[in-house]
């Protein structure tokens, strides 16, 4: 098993910056890709960044592009989300999830472990 524990959410102000970290522990050999996920209220979860292994291949959502940068420190088995320029809506709970996948992937269910999730909250 593989656990993960988020952190670094909170309220800011729109424009504003904000850097969510995701620990891995457990069997965290079996991990290669990493992924941030987000829900905002009554609406499904949304891919938003992931990255791979090595940390060379990364992918974004259009709707964070240029705003976002996800990382990772394998040393320290944690994955990093930069979210700068937020907005409001990115107003969401923001979820760090890990996959078996080499191939960085955007699909939701190839991600088998979860973390709590983190609220990130943007006001306008």
């Known amino acids: 098993q593989v656990q993960l524990v988020e952190s670094g959410g909170g309220l800011v102000q729109a424009g504003g910056s904000l850097r969510l970290s995701c620990a891995a522990s457990?069997?965290?050999?079996?991990?290669?890709?990493m992924g941030w996920f987000r829900q905002a209220p009554g609406k499904d979860h949304e891919f938003v960044a992931a990255?791979?292994?090595?940390?060379?291949?990364?992918r974004y959502a259009d709707s964070v592009k240029g705003r976002f940068a996800i990382s990772r420190d394998n040393a320290k088995n944690t994955v990093y989300l930069q979210m700068n320029s937020l907005k409001p809506e990115d107003t969401a709970v923001y979820y760090c999830?890990?996959?078996?996948?080499?191939?960085?992937?955007?699909?939701?269910?190839?991600?088998?472990?979860w973390g709590q999730g983190t609220q990130v909250t943007v006001s306008s």
């Open positions: 990255i791979s292994l090595s940390g060379g291949s990364t």
């Open positions: 457990g069997r965290t050999f079996s991990i290669y890709t």
């Open positions: 999830a890990a996959s078996r996948s080499v191939v960085v992937t955007t699909t939701l269910g190839l991600y088998a472990y």
